[in-house]
């Protein structure tokens, strides 16, 4: 199983990015799909999730309202809309797969076996 994730790059605070993140070595239909971040010095922290199928989303309270993430299940592909990025928002982004995780662990990096190897979003004020 590998995950590639892309799109990240410099953004001025108000801007836009999207961020993809495309699986491949099987099929991530049943698979949740979510996004990390970690900021230089900080620990790796939850941003979204999208669970199995895309039935449902959650946020972190920090990107809610700004942040959606969407799948693509027929392309394998896991998409994270960023808009009003804030200064705040700079981290290195990465993208987690796993089969096994329940709602209540979403949030948490050791619920995840699978992991892209990060994209960088700086966001200049």
């Known amino acids: 199983v590998q995950l590639q994730a892309s799109g990240g790059g410099l953004v001025q605070a108000g801007g836009s990015l999207r961020l993809a993140c495309a699986g491949s070595?099987?099929?991530?239909?049943?698979?949740?799909m979510a996004w990390f971040r970690q900021a230089p010095g900080k620990e790796r922290e939850f941003v979204g999730v999208?669970?199995?199928?895309?039935?449902?989303?959650s946020y972190a309270d920090s990107v809610k309202g700004r942040f959606t993430i969407s799948r693509d299940n027929a392309k394998n592909t896991i998409y994270l809309q960023m808009n009003r990025l804030e200064p705040e928002d700079t981290a290195v982004y990465y993208c987690?797969?796993?089969?096994?995780?329940?709602?209540?662990?979403?949030?948490?990096?050791?619920?995840?076996?699978?992991w892209g190897q990060g994209t960088l979003v700086t966001v200049s004020s």
């Open positions: 070595g099987r099929t991530f239909t049943d698979y949740v």
């Open positions: 999208s669970m199995r199928r895309g039935s449902t989303t």
């Open positions: 987690a797969a796993d089969r096994s995780v329940i709602l209540s662990s979403v949030r948490y990096v050791s619920a995840y076996n699978y």
